[in-house]
């Protein structure tokens, strides 16, 4: 399987624009559904399928968000800012096969909304005003920070290293609003004994991925509209380590990626709900949850 990254200076410049946040957005979509299709591929060819015809991207410093010329300097121009976590498995360009220039990019562990995070926003929504477009926070799947947040709230006697730790302490506390609200919701859906269940544990921490995204998308839209930009579009989506698809709620086999709005107030505990029960249809608490439910 041949994969050609070819630079042809009489081919005319093809530039991605997001005059709006549903352009921004399907930039982003497209960008990840490229992704996911080129490892599908390449996995294929592993297993010995006979690869298909060779697969070019076309490749220009403008496109890429380069100078065209030795010395230049290129203006910068995000047209959407992403707060995502710091985990080496996420790395947010190559998520969205977006280049130089295109992402003004925060990552911190648990992608949580701390103070030095909210003047990195701050600067963007007032630098770029014009280019920029959309917002977006990403967690996902498999996070260390959602998961001793998780730890913590489940076993706090074994976890004293991580709380009384004053540094992960400020990390674990921005989170568990999340976990407290994902487990509430999942003992909603699945009933008091749940927390018995072999998978809880799992299936909390999933869970409370796809809330933490959701609940700092609603913290952060509160921002930016009080940063003066009201009309700023804020959405969160989670990658997926298995399938590198990012989606706003959990799915055993997605086939396209997506985001969600940033929820309102009013809508965070329904959200949580849907979103449990989401974790129940994955199967991550196994097919016979409803036989669970009985024990009651
Ligand atoms: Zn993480």
């Known amino acids: 399987m041949d994969l050609i990254y070819r630079y042809d200076p009489y081919l005319p410049v093809k530039v991605d624009t997001a005059p709006d946040a549903a352009a921004a957005i399907k930039i982003l979509c497209d960008g990840n559904r490229r992704l996911t299709s080129v490892v599908a591929q390449m996995q294929r060819t592993t297993l010995g399928e006979q690869p298909t015809e060779a697969i070019v991207v076309p490749f220009c410093p403008v496109s890429l968000g380069l100078p065209l010329w030795e010395g230049a300097v290129a203006t910068q121009q995000p047209y ?107 003992t909603q859906v699945c009933g008091r004994n749940v927390v018995h269940h072999p998978n809880y544990k799992d299936a909390l921490k999933e869970l409370t991925v796809y809330l933490n995204a959701a609940i700092t998308a609603f913290d952060l839209r509160r921002e930016v509209a009080a940063f003066g930009h009201e009309s700023m579009r804020v959405v969160y989506g989670v990658y997926d380590l298995a399938t590198l698809f990012v989606t706003p709620a959990p799915l055993a086999s997605p086939t396209e990626p997506g985001f969600a709005p940033a929820p309102q107030q009013d809508d965070l505990a329904n959200l949580a709900r849907q979103l449990a029960q989401a974790v129940v249809d994955k199967g991550l608490l196994g097919t016979r949850i409803d036989v669970w439910k009985k024990i009651e």
Not at 95 to 106: A, G, M, T
Not at 109 to 127: F, I, K, W
Request: glycine content about 8%; charged content about 20%; overall charge negative.
């Open 80 to 186: 959407a800012m992403v707060l995502g976590c710091s985990d080496a498995r996420v790395p947010i360009e190559p998520i969205f096969d977006q280049s130089f220039n295109d992402l003004f990019v925060i990552r911190i562990a648990g992608n949580v909304l701390g103070t030095e995070c909210l003047g990195s926003v701050d600067y963007a929504v007032r630098h770029f005003a014009e280019s920029l477009k959309l917002v977006v926070v990403l967690g996902h799947t498999g996070c260390g920070a959602v998961g001793a947040a998780v730890e913590t709230y489940l076993s706090p006697k074994d976890y004293a290293d991580i709380a009384f730790t004053h540094a992960l302490r400020s990390l674990i506390d921005r989170i568990m609003i999340a976990v407290r609200g994902a487990a509430n919701a999942l």
